[in-house]
């Protein structure tokens, strides 16, 4: 289950918290929000055939929070503006035709946004670099991406948490678009750091990535795939565990867990059109929102998302798998 | 130290179906009450059945002797040319020569048998039989072939010998190697001869044919020792002991972390494996080793490796709660034999951190801080600290020792990044953005904003290369000729 969280108190009291100086660092957690009502903002993806299902009202839908259901209202995006971060891997993978793909994939995300939207870049090798930051000036936006150069290792988990931090910076409907292969050579922060930094955001994030080519292609050849399943599980043995088929694992986390998507292409060479459906679908998404009854006001929840309405076994709902309360 | 760029290096491999199942297995470490000790070997079809080609073994004696430090020059160009068999033959010969020497040298006085070498054409043959009173005859005739004084005493020379040979071939090992960047050819390869794979930040990308230098290189430095008190019945039996050559412990430490410095595993290995089985008790070598497995242990080698196993290959590096494990013992090895060795205490923490055992990795990388020296090293241990310290949730400590390490490298990315997630975990997430935004208004350029932790995996050897250039000043200097 994928989609997006806020927690959102009355408004008097959240801005007399974000004006308060930062506090020291204490050992105990203090509560985020100390009085008024508490409402849980969820965006969710319905599609049809991998299509966008548009159309739908909050009756169509049922919400479980901790298993407990819970009362929907419905506010919709068309009038809300998008925050769109783009995070791109300029590692040493990424040169030549492919940072040629992905700077026309930055132009093609850029096109789909509207006004009122802002958009940012960050560029990321080994050293995290903001290429721009959140911007309505879509030239410079434009421009970041033509400027960005390839070369170095690869701080993904390092970049994704600066993007989310990024795109929690204000309380618009943030969406990260990483770009990156998924694997980390670099960072600093640890994979479960930043995807437990993801559970506490409020922002979607949608990975882009290549699929990975193997070194031995034996093709179709059922003696030579049946030589390499024997050498390989040899391999494995001498290793000491089974390998995994290569997969962006980290990209397919951050999608469930904050409600967006992994989109896996064979190749760069139509990257732009891809950039450009995540800004289009990402408009298409329900908010839902309710007020938690019935469950705990602190600690991790648990949601699901489902419609009650509409069934058919190519509908998906994507929603936040949880949210942090209290 | 030069900020890190790609992490690149060779992973040894062989494919499957050559290693018949066989892992190349974790190392053991060297008991000290173990019988003989592991020695070089070199691969050679040929057995030294009593011919010697002349020729070839006076070529190669000129060419060790007429190499120049860390040129490749014509002498290290003749060589380079050789075949693998040939190479490998005449490097026997040549050791199997200097044995013969230290055997004569050592029993001229004496009655006891030993081997007649006949001038035979270009060629030495052996028989069987011996005459004592042949024994000077014979050792002149060596005396001449390996370039010896005999007004001089014979070991010295005999060891200088094999030291300018093994530099020589350390010299041709350290050259960069023809390489293929077509990854297609690795189904069609031979699989009876190792390979070894170039990867670049996790991702195999090359296939490098597997030199033997460092081999021969060993296998020279093997037969260096000291006079011998009792001479063996055999020549054969003439086995040197070069634990006692202050040359051969240099040689091992400084060839071992050049070649971590470069990132050369599938060689770094098998040169530690060595040099641990002939300096049990050195622990810098230890502790090379087990950074080496810590380096293992990371995501880059990790995901490197796993790509070969997906294609067949087996390979050295092995799961990493296995490498971790392998780098804790080594490093606490070296910890051991020198409780003051500061860098091996941090990246023992380092390692014992990685393994969940928290309150253990403080304890070691407080005591790496105390006498920590160096900025780079100062900023690795407090980082490190503050993470383990995090994990314990002492978010205080965590904090104050974040803060140092910033004030060391203040446009380091790691630190504003560190602290960033410690309040967005703590109960100030509104505060974490102020050190990303931070971090997002640092210079693009890199040499302004150098972050030590970029170089983590290579900063224990960042001397590598004047530890090098150390080894080749000393063999110079014990030029004789």
């Known amino acids: ?326 | 130290m030069p900020l890190p760029r790609l992490v690149a290096g060779l992973l040894g491999a062989m494919a499957a179906a050559a290693v018949a199942g066989a892992a190349l297995p974790p190392r053991a470490i060297a008991a000290q009450t173990a019988p003989a000790r592991k020695r070089a070997t070199i691969a050679t079809t040929k057995q030294l059945r009593g011919t010697i080609d002349l020729e070839r073994v006076h070529n190669w004696i000129a060419a060790a002797r007429a190499h120049q430090t860390a040129q490749f020059d014509a002498a290290a160009t003749a060589i380079d040319r050789w075949p693998d068999e040939a190479l490998a033959v005449t490097i026997t010969d040549v050791v199997d020569l200097t044995r013969m020497v230290r055997f004569l040298d050592a029993i001229r006085t004496g009655g006891s048998d030993g081997p007649t070498l006949t001038h035979r054409d270009r060629s030495f043959a052996l028989t069987p039989s011996a005459r004592a009173d042949g024994k000077a005859g014979e050792i002149a005739v060596l005396d001449q072939v390996l370039g010896l004084d005999p007004s001089e005493p014979r070991t010295p020379q005999i060891n200088h010998l094999l030291e300018l040979g093994a530099m020589l071939h350390t010299d041709l090992g350290a050259r960069g190697e023809a390489s293929s960047n077509d990854l297609s050819r690795a189904a069609s390869l031979d699989a009876r001869r190792p390979k070894r794979m170039g990867m670049l930040d996790g991702h195999v990308v090359s296939i490098v044919d597997n030199a033997q230098h460092w081999a021969y290189a060993r296998f020279l430095l093997d037969a260096v020792g000291g006079s011998m008190a009792t001479p063996p019945a055999r020549w054969q039996d003439v086995e040197p002991d070069p634990s006692a050559e202050a040359f051969v412990a240099r040689w091992y430490r400084a060839t071992s972390a050049w070649l971590q410095s470069q990132g050369r595993w599938a060689d770094a290995d098998p040169q530690m494996a060595y040099g641990l089985e002939i300096f049990p008790e050195d622990a810098r070598l230890w502790f090379y080793a087990g950074v080496m497995h810590e380096i293992f242990a990371t995501s880059q080698i990790q995901q490197a490796a796993q790509e070969m196993i997906r294609s067949g290959f087996v390979q050295q590096v092995h799961v990493e709660s296995n490498e971790l494990d392998t780098a804790q013992q080594d490093l606490r090895r070296a910890v051991t034999l020198d409780p003051d060795f500061a860098e091996a205490h941090l990246h023992l923490g380092h390692v014992l951190g990685r393994q969940g055992s928290h309150a253990d990795a403080i304890a070691e990388l407080m005591l790496a801080s105390r006498t920590i020296a160096g900025a780079e090293l100062q900023y690795d241990t407090r980082m490190l600290l503050s993470r383990e310290q995090e994990a314990t949730g002492d978010q205080v400590s965590a904090r104050a020792n974040i803060e140092r390490a910033a004030a060391l490298f203040p446009r380091a990315q790691s630190p504003r990044l560190a602290l960033s997630e410690l309040l967005h975990r703590g109960s100030d997430p509104l505060a974490a953005q102020a050190p990303v935004e931070v971090l997002l208004q640092l210079p693009a350029d890199e040499s302004a904003r150098v972050d030590p932790w970029w170089n983590y995996t290579r900063s224990h050897v960042r001397d590598a290369g004047a530890k090098l250039d150390d080894v080749w000043r000393q063999v110079r200097a014990e030029d004789v000729r």
């Open chain 1, 1 to 326: 289950m994928t989609g997006r969280t806020w927690i959102v108190a009355c408004t008097a009291v959240a801005a007399a918290i974000a004006a308060a100086p930062a506090p020291i660092a204490q050992t105990q957690q203090t509560p985020v929000f100390r009085s008024g009502r508490v409402a849980v903002r969820l965006d969710v993806l319905v599609t049809d055939h991998d299509k966008p299902l548009t159309g739908l009202g909050a009756g169509d839908f049922e919400v479980l929070d901790d298993g407990v259901p819970q009362t929907v209202d419905l506010m919709s995006f068309d009038s809300l503006p998008v925050n769109a971060i783009a995070a791109l891997d300029l590692s040493n993978s990424v040169d030549g035709e492919r940072l040629d793909h992905l700077r026309s994939a930055g132009h093609a995300m850029v096109d789909a946004l509207q006004q009122g939207d802002r958009a940012g870049v960050i560029g990321f090798s080994h050293s995290v670099q903001l290429g721009a930051p959140l911007t309505a000036d879509f030239a410079r936006v434009a421009a970041a991406f033509d400027q960005a150069k390839a070369g170095g290792g690869t701080a993904l988990y390092d970049a994704t948490y600066a993007g989310l931090v990024l795109g929690e910076s204000d309380m618009a409907h943030s969406l990260l678009v990483i770009f990156s292969d998924g694997l980390d050579t670099s960072s600093w922060l640890r994979r479960d750091a930043v995807l437990d930094a993801a559970r506490r955001n409020s922002v979607v994030v949608y990975g882009v990535s290549v699929k990975a080519k193997p070194l031995v292609d034996t093709g179709s050849n059922a003696e030579r795939v049946a030589a390499l399943n024997t050498n390989r599980r040899q391999a494995e043995k001498a290793y000491g565990a089974a390998v995994p088929d290569p997969s962006p694992q980290f990209l397919i986390d951050l999608a469930d867990i904050t409600g967006g998507a992994l989109v896996e292409v064979d190749s760069t060479r139509h990257l732009d059109d891809e950039f450009a459906r995540i800004i289009r679908e990402f408009r298409l998404r329900y908010l839902l929102s309710y007020s938690p009854a019935g469950v705990s006001s602190t600690g991790w929840h648990r949601l699901e998302v489902r419609l009650k309405t509409v069934r058919g076994k190519d509908i998906t709902v994507r929603a936040r798998s949880g949210y942090f309360a209290g």
